[in-house]
Nanobody, 124 residues
Framework: QVQLVESGGGLVQAGGSLSLSCAAS????????MGWFRQSPGKEREFVAA????????YYADSVKDRFTISRDNAKNTVYLQMNSLKPEDTAVYYC?????????????????WGQGTQVTVSS
């Protein structure tokens, strides 16, 4: 079992930046590919970004490409999401999760352990 705790959310104006962190405990963090998802009220949870266990390969949703950067520090058992040029449509609860298998990095069905989420609100 893996426990995940997100932090770093908050209120920011459009065009601003936020950095989210996801601290993991439990099983060896470095074994897991990791992902970030987000969910807005009334919408399904959607893929944002993911990173391989080694940190060598990353994946992004088209809506955040070139604005968000996912990274990880296996020594600190932490995965990060740097969010720049934020837009009001980025407002959501952001969740990190462990990827357990499957070839589709974008599918929520391939992720199992989830954190409790952190709220990001972008004002216009």
């Amino acid at each position: 079992q893996v426990q995940l705790v997100e932090s770093g959310g908050g209120l920011v104006q459009a065009g601003g930046s936020l950095s989210l962190s996801c601290a993991a405990s439990g099983r060896t963090f470095s074994w897991y590919d990791m992902g970030w998802f987000r969910q807005s009220p009334g919408k399904e949870r959607e893929f944002v970004a993911a990173i391989r266990w080694s940190g060598g390969t990353t994946y992004y949703a088209d809506s955040v490409k070139d604005r968000f950067t996912i990274s990880r520090d296996n020594a600190k058992n932490t995965v990060y999401l740097q969010m720049n040029s934020l837009k009001p449509e980025d407002t959501a609860v952001y969740y990190c999760a462990t990827k357990v298998g499957g070839s589709n990095w974008y599918s929520i069905r391939n992720y199992n352990y989830w954190g409790q989420g952190t709220q990001v609100t972008v004002s216009s």
